[in-house]
Every structure is written in structure tokens, then in C-alpha cells.
């Protein structure tokens, strides 16, 4: 019992929640976004630092190349010369730095992987924000048509106000018409008092023409309308 009320709690926090998602979602994407933002900057920065260190790296391999190099003309001159103490010391130093040469290549190299995957995280955060931003305004778009449409719902009514509202204006213009209603009452109250007969008869041209009719009435006024 108490597993199934859990399971009932559960669903119900996770359906309020997605309503709160749904609701609050342009405003959850805007601040991912600039969460996302902040840390690509913090990645630039990280960048930035790579390169600095990776550049002075390199700068003080050239270094170690230059001396390596003159210490290595020294050294055969003296050879070279028979000084083979002077030599084998020059020697020595020559192979400290070799070692170390070896060590700031490595750092250099290490740098320069680092650097490049950096580089390559940052380009592509970089294009990932910029269709982000885009797809922002989009989405912006969608949200406020929705509200729109939303608000026009709520001005208008439920549509059952409208079918009624309709099905009225139907049965207004439907219904008939009282002057001829009134027209039809009198000749069915004159067919009623054998009226009739004497009207038509009257119509044809025997006899005096009859008082005024209620229908002859309608009909002038239709043809004046």
C-alpha cells in the first residue's frame, strides 16, 4: 500500500514538474544558455592559458637549440684544437642539454595536443551556442503565438459559448416573418367568412373593387422595399 501511494506521489511530482517545464521552458533555455555561455568562456580562458604556456614552452626550446648548438661549435673547436679536457667538459654540458631539450620537447608537444583539443571544444561550444541563440528566437516566436492564442481563447470564451451564440442568431434569423403571418391569418379568415370567392371575383373585374387587404399592404411594401 505504501509502495503504491509512493508510486502515485512520485508521478504526480513528476507530471507537476513537467507542467512547470513546459510553462517556464523559454526561460529555462535562456538560462542554459547562459550557463552554457559561462562556461565557454571559462573554456576560452583555459585556451588562452595553453597557448601562454605552450609559447613560452617553445620559446625556451629555442633557446636550449641555440645554446645546444653553440656549445656544440665550441666544443668540436676545441677537440678540434686538443684540449680534450675543455672538450670532454663541453661534452658533458651538451648532454645536460640534450636531456633537457628532450624534456621541453615533450612539454612542448604535450602542450600542443592539449591546446588543439581545447581548441577544438571551444569551436565547437562555440557553434553549438550560436544555434542555440538562434533557435532562441524561433522559439520565442512559437511561445508568444501560443500565449496569443491562449489569450484569445480566454477573451472569446469556451466554444460552446460560440455554438450557442450561433445555433441563437440561427433561430433570429429563422423565424417568420409577422406581417406575413398576418397576411396568411387574413386569408385564411376570409376563405373562413366565404370571402374568398368575392375577392377573386372581384380581382377578375365583376363587381365594385373590395376594401384594402392586409396582404395587398405587405405586398406594396415588399415592392418598395
Known amino acids: 500500500m505504501l509502495a503504491l501511494i509512493r508510486t502515485l506521489l512520485d ?7 513537467d507542467g512547470l517545464r513546459d510553462r517556464f521552458a523559454i526561460d529555462l ?7 552554457a ?26 633557446q636550449l637549440d641555440r645554446r645546444h648548438a653553440d656549445l656544440e661549435t665550441r666544443t668540436v673547436s676545441a677537440l678540434a684544437a686538443g ?7 663541453g661534452a658533458a654540458a651538451i648532454a645536460e642539454l640534450e636531456n633537457e631539450r628532450e624534456v621541453r620537447r615533450a612539454t612542448v608537444q604535450s602542450l600542443g595536443e592539449k591546446t588543439l ?23 520565442r516566436a512559437i511561445d508568444a503565438e501560443r500565449k496569443a492564442q491562449s489569450r484569445l481563447v480566454r477573451s472569446i470564451g469556451h466554444s460552446s459559448s ?12 429563422g423565424a417568420s416573418d409577422p ?13 373562413l367568412r366565404r370571402d374568398a370567392i368575392r ?18 399592404v405587405l405586398e406594396r411594401l415588399k415592392t418598395i422595399n
Do not use: C, W, Y
Open 199 to 216: 375577392d377573386r371575383l372581384a380581382d377578375a373585374g365583376h363587381g365594385p373593387a373590395v376594401k384594402v387587404r392586409t396582404r395587398d
Open 29 to 35: 533555455l535562456a538560462q542554459r544558455i547562459r550557463d
Open 37 to 62: 555561455e559561462a562556461g565557454l568562456a571559462a573554456a576560452k580562458q583555459t585556451l588562452a592559458s595553453l597557448i601562454v604556456r605552450q609559447r613560452a614552452e617553445q620559446a625556451s626550446l629555442d
Open 117 to 139: 583539443r581545447m581548441r577544438v571544444s571551444v569551436e565547437r561550444a562555440h557553434r553549438r551556442i550560436i544555434d542555440l541563440n538562434q533557435g532562441m528566437i524561433s522559439a
Open 162 to 173: 460560440l455554438n450557442d451564440a450561433e445555433e441563437l442568431l440561427a433561430r433570429i434569423k
Open 179 to 191: 406581417f406575413e403571418e398576418a397576411g396568411i391569418l387574413d386569408e385564411i379568415d376570409g376563405e
Open 83 to 89: 684540449i680534450n679536457g675543455l672538450a670532454e667538459t
Open 11 to 17: 508521478g504526480a511530482s513528476a507530471r507537476a514538474e
